[in-house]
């Protein structure tokens, strides 16, 4: 599986962005996606994923109401609607994938077997 960020950019707190993965080789509908961000000097941090199918949603409690995620199976993407951003979203975006993965782990990038090569996402004051 091969994993493709892309979407990031400048943009002003409140602003709006929409990161895309898109996702090739043996990829199907039983992979969970999900999104992290990393700033320099800290962990991995989980912003969402979508389960298997997905009907199920999660997201890290400082991007809910703001982020959502969503998939399309059929053209293998899945997508980061960003919107009232702030300062404090800025990082370095992941899409990840793994078809094995279990509920209690989901939020845990150790989880993930399949990594895009990131996307930068600065937010400005």
């Known amino acids: 599986v091969q994993l493709q960020a892309s979407g990031g950019g400048l943009v002003q707190a409140g602003g709006s962005l929409r990161l895309s993965c898109a996702a090739s080789g043996h990829t199907s509908s039983t992979y969970t996606m999900a999104w992290f961000r990393q700033v320099p000097g800290k962990e991995r941090e989980f912003v969402s994923c979508i389960w298997r199918g997905g009907a199920n949603t999660y997201y890290a409690e400082s991007v809910k109401g703001r982020f959502s995620i969503h998939r399309d199976n059929a053209k293998k993407m899945v997508y980061l609607q960003m919107n009232s951003l702030k300062v404090e979203d800025t990082a370095v975006y992941f899409c990840?994938?793994?078809?094995?993965?279990?509920?209690?782990?989901?939020?845990?990038?150790?989880?993930?077997?399949?990594w895009g090569q990131g996307t930068q996402v600065t937010v400005s004051s």
């Open positions: 990840a994938a793994d078809n094995r993965l279990i509920m209690s782990t989901m939020r845990s990038a150790s989880a993930y077997d399949y």
